[in-house]
């Protein structure tokens, strides 16, 4: 089977194979009896049926029997979904933002008693040791969702829900899907969980990037710009974004199509409100809007500085 | 054979005059027997369409990356595939179908009660089905949200949603319309001596399903009516942005989804109930029991909806709630299956085609809903939901379930509607391709969702690719059966042999009439002495009424 | 079938019973209206949705003749009623729905 | 024998007068349920945002809403009235009640015309931007509820005076009765006779019925008297009745929970 890589898996497990093999007990038991009647009374061989129109034991039995064995399901499900949805206290909080169509993860922590922020595109965390999430979405549904942890929690804009992990298996490498349909690129928002000792966890949270590559890593793992905006000149889901830096182009504002360039002011806009102007060929597909808690001003400028690089 | 009296001088329905002549004769009868062959027409063919789409879905499916269609067109496929067959198809189905021909006929009436409120359903179902497709062909993009419609995807994506939503509602109100009319035919045309425990179990099911009609497709009316307001004029209520909250609408769409699983599934239930006795040629073992069955899932399947959405943020009381309700519809749903099996016992089975269907129907739907309990249990749905496991749990429900049942009872009253009878031979060899590509096309996907394949996904990992390929495989194998049985069929209405007025020797009221029968049905009133399913209160009742006839010579 | 012949005839309503009635539903509305101004705090809204109901229960006896109807009606009726009271109840299970809109609330479960 | 009933059977079908009813009935209750949906997403937001809703309310005219609801009462009465005088075969009298109710209906728009329109010039209406600068989202939503459930009893209104104006001329043109047979390929019928007797049994006018006979068509004129009156005459007119009263019912529950929420 499949691995299992977090505390409460073992207990999802437990509580499928107990349904599972309830159940292929009582299915054989069915379509041997099935089977038995379909041979033993065939019309040739019991040309005469006989009429029997019920029996108050035998229904008595097959109403309390499953019902015995259904509580029993019940009770299984429950045990592996309350520690699921009991949220260690002393557990470590990641923010954890879906968007159309990426997952991105912020870490708080303090660096000499400033408090930090570090944001990644991968889902880094320390063995044995357990992680909350705090899941938000910055448009519409997605589901976060870990298979090799047994883990899924819907992302709802508008409302954070919190899910929470313990990983047992150090330096691993998991899948991360999206679950809840969310567009175009639904099968393509992925992202991984790496899984890797303490040590190697405080070192990972407190590496900042070069400022210089930091405009880079928000385009394309952070702000996940890149899913629908190439740098190639190829069209995506939205206008490729290379040689973009005081383009002229043309922008649809409520109907009307008008000339801009693309300057400074022009490219925040486009990321905090992007359903104002759309690009000309593009109207009507809705871009996700970055409000300043997701990207400072100061992370719009380190893009735009890396956009000036794409010619 | 000689004919009778009664066969030389009557008229079958479908060679009845009326004001109306040719196609127009049909699409503007009230006769509840024109009526149901118009669904027939109108369903297969919606079904053949979304079987195409689901053909479509599998083989882009059997590799990872681009395959035939590209992501936007694919999830368009799949909503579609979703919507016609959910819609247009599978409510529909049995009851608008079967319900709408054989119902009247086994309760002893000439006609449902609001005979010009069936052909208005009928009307409503068409301009359903029209609006769908001219939502395909308007508007900048095809709609893609699934066949969930959940918002705010749905009140915010440029796809053409509105007018698929308004097309779903229309749909809404002509199954509302059906129910509407069955309870009450049900209710007040009952023949002399037919008393609610001597109807067939087929109209029992018809009945709790009309209820659920009745009573939840409004819900999702007004739900899917306040997506296009949304859309239109931005009301907010399910629209975070302005303020309202998305779970709920889940909560509205879920409240009508999940009673309508069972209007998806109790008119197939019933339709076994009826195809049991006929070649076991024994009384159903535990009659009560079914029929109350029948009316505890449609009360408890009311207060379940709730498993739909363990993970999208919903309370933990509201979780522990619902799973456990979950479980106990399996209680009632469990009591059928064993009284079906009950009724093998002792009976003198004859394996023709309608009864490999209803065994297959056992067979495939206890899959579906055991598998439903791995859904409803709180831990393995936090795992599975939204995963292929789900894709395997509804259509083994769903398709190995009800569209098994719809496909026994073409069978099983095809000689009834037709007058002619179908190749066996043909009919089996079917049979056994649909049951076998079935299983090897969605099986698969219990293991996929298992190790956590989510759905609507139009690419994948390639460690998933060996039973994508499987899957897709058994797609072909089962469209195969499909297509062999359907011609089996039409083949069998142009040159058929001529059936029997009673073909399998059953013992409901519909076979007591002329194949096919006559306009308004019996020729003589009927009176009903005994029970549905009293074979020897039956055959007394010839023997005595060839006496008589005697008698008189 | 057995039905239609022997449907009965209800018993002619007078035209005083309508109006009694309907003057009876307009001072239960002016009730309504006069209690909205009394500050009854969580009260009012119950009072109201009190008084809505037996407003109702008077159109349904009265103008739409239940009173007069066979059981059937009643039952009927009886069970669209506790549809509607059930579907409300489980959605309110969800309690979520009202904390969580306006403030952030934490999703674990407490025991 | 066997035919003859085949023929007359359609008729007597139609005079199922409780079926009809029971039709009605659920129909109104797939109507309380579509309404159900709205008052239940109304119960969840005024649960979570009970200040916003009762702050947004105050922006509501209590005067007119009363009025309004006043209206919707004396239009409920005089249509039960309407039923009542044609139980009693005062067909003048009815259609007087029944033109009243399509009166208050009227009266009723108008009044909710003038709500609407006095809210709408001052940008309270969903998605205006006045309503997102200024309102809290409780506030929104409840200006998006009040908009939808009110917009959708408008709607039922309007609908329902359509149905009375229908039912009026229906009434209208009674006394004369239009009762037709097909009688086309009924071979059973062929050689029986239509007649026309008077009191006595005399056959003042009578015909054979031949294959040459598509149609027998009969249209008869009578005055009605409390005898002669039929359920079928008034079993449409009690069921439109039935769809008013709930249209009646519903503002019943939605007039406080918009207006009067203190
Ligand atoms: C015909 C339609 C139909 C039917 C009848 C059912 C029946 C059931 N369903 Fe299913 N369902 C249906 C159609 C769907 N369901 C879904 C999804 C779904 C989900 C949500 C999954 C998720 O999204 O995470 C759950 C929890 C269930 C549970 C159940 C259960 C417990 C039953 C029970 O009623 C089954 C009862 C039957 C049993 C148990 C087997 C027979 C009994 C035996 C053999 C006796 C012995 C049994 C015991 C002792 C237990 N279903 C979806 C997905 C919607 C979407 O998201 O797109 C659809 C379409
Ligand atoms: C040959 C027949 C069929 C094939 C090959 C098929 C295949 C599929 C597949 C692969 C999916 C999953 C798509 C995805 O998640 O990406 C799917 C979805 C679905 N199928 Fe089928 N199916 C078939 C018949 C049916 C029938 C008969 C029904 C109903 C009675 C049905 C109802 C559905 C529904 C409701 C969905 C969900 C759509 C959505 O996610 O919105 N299918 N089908
Ligand atoms: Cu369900």
Known sequence: MFLAASSYASKVDFAFYFIIYTSVILLGLIVGFMLFCVIKYSKKNNPVPTQIEGHVGLETAWTIGPTIIVMMMFYYGYQGWIDMKTIPDDAMEVKVIGK????????KFTDNGVEKVKRSGTLVVPVDRNVKLRIESLDVLHSFYIPAFRMKQDAVPGTPYYMWFRATEVDQKYDVFCAEYCGDSHAYMRSYVEVVSADAFEEWVRKEPPPEEMGEKLFHEIAACSTCHSIDGSKLIGPSLKGIWERRGKVVTDGKERSIVADEEYIINSIRYPQKDYAKGYEGVIMTAFDETVLSDEDIAKIIEYLKTLK | MAQTAAELSYTPYHRETSAFSGIFSWIFSTDHKRIGILYMISVLTMFIGGLCLGLLIRLELIAPGATVIDAPTYNAVFTLHGVIMIFLFIIPGIPAIFGNFIMPLQIGAEDVAFPRLNLLSWWLYISGAALLIIALFTGDKLPDTGWTFYAPYSTATEGNISLAVF?????????????????TTIHRLRA????????????????????????????????????????????????????????????????????????????????????????????????KAIAFSTVSIAVVGYMVWGHHMFTSGMSGTAQIVFSFLTFLVAIPTGIKIFNWIASLYKGSIELRAPMLYTLSFIFLFSIGGLTGLVLGALATDMHVHDTYFVVGHFHYVMFGGLGIALFGAMHYWFPKMFGKMYNEAVAVVAWALIFVGFNVLYFPMFILGWNGMPRRYYDYLPEFQYWHVVSTIGSWILALGIFMMLFNLIRGITSGEKAEDNPWGASTLEWTVPSPPPLLNFLEPPHVTHGAYDFEAMNKGKKDSKKKKKGKK | MDHAEHHEEHPMIGYGTYISVWLALLILTSLTVAIAGFDLGQYTTAVAMLVAVVKTTLVGLYFMHLRYEPKVFHYMILVTFLIMVVIVIFTFIDDYRFSYLNHEVQAEVHH | ????????????????????????????????????????????????????????????????????????LTSSLTMALAIACIHRAKKTLALTYLGITIL????????????????????????????????????????????????LHALHVIIGATILTVM???????????????????????????????????????????????????????????????????????????????????????????????
């Open chain 1, 100 to 107: 159309k169509w990426s997952w991105s993860y912020e870490y």
């Open chain 2, 167 to 183: 097309a779903a509602f229309v749909l809404g109100f002509s199954s509302i319309l059906t129910g509407l009319n069955f309870i």
């Open chain 2, 192 to 287: 002399p001596g037919m008393t609610w425990f001597r109807m067939p179990l087929f109209c029992w099911g018809l009945y709790a399903t009309a209820w659920i009609q009745v009573l939840a497709t409004p819900v999702v009316g007004i739900t899917l009516l306040l997506v296009i307001l949304e859309r239109g004029f931005g009301v907010g209520v399910f629209d975070p942005a302005i303020g309202g909250d998305p779970v709920l609408y889940q909560h509205l769409f879920w409240i009508y989804s999940h009673p309508a699983v069972y209007i998806m599934i109790l008119p197939g239930m019933g339709v076994i109930s009826d195809l049991l006795p006929a070649f076991t040629k024994r009384t159903i073992f535990g009659y």
């Open chain 4, 1 to 72: 024998m066997s035919h003859t009933a085949n023929v007359a059977a359609p008729a007597h079908i139609h005079k199922d007068y409780n079926g009809a009813k029971i039709g009605m009935w659920l129909f109104l209750f797939t109507e309380v349920l579509l309404f159900g949906g709205l008052f239940l997403i109304y119960a969840v937001y005024r649960t979570a945002h009970s200040h916003d809703f009762a702050e947004a309310a105050k922006e509501l005219n209590v005067v007119l809403g009363a009025l309004n609801t006043a209206v919707l």
């Open chain 4, 104 to 151: 208050c209906a009227l009266v009723f728009m108008v009044i909710k015309y003038i709500e609407w329109s006095g809210k709408i010039s001052h940008g309270l209406y969903p998605g205006s931007e006045f309503i997102m600068a200024n309102y809290s989202k409780g506030q929104r939503i409840y200006f998006g509820l009040y908009y939808s459930m009110t917009g």
């Open chain 4, 168 to 262: 009026f001329y229906v009434i209208y043109q009674r006394p004369n009765e239009t009762h037709r047979w097909d009688v086309f390929g009924k071979d059973a019928l062929n050689g029986c006779r239509v007649a026309i007797l008077d009191k006595d049994g005399n056959e003042k006018w009578g015909s054979e019925i031949d294959e040459s006979v598509k149609q027998v068509h009969l249209k008869m004129r009578y005055y009605s008297t409390p005898k002669r009156i039929k359920h079928e005459d008034y079993v449409s007119l009690e069921n439109s009745g039935l769809y008013w009263h709930i249209v009646d019912v519903i503002w019943i529950f939605l007039f406080p929970l918009m207006y009067l929420i203190g």
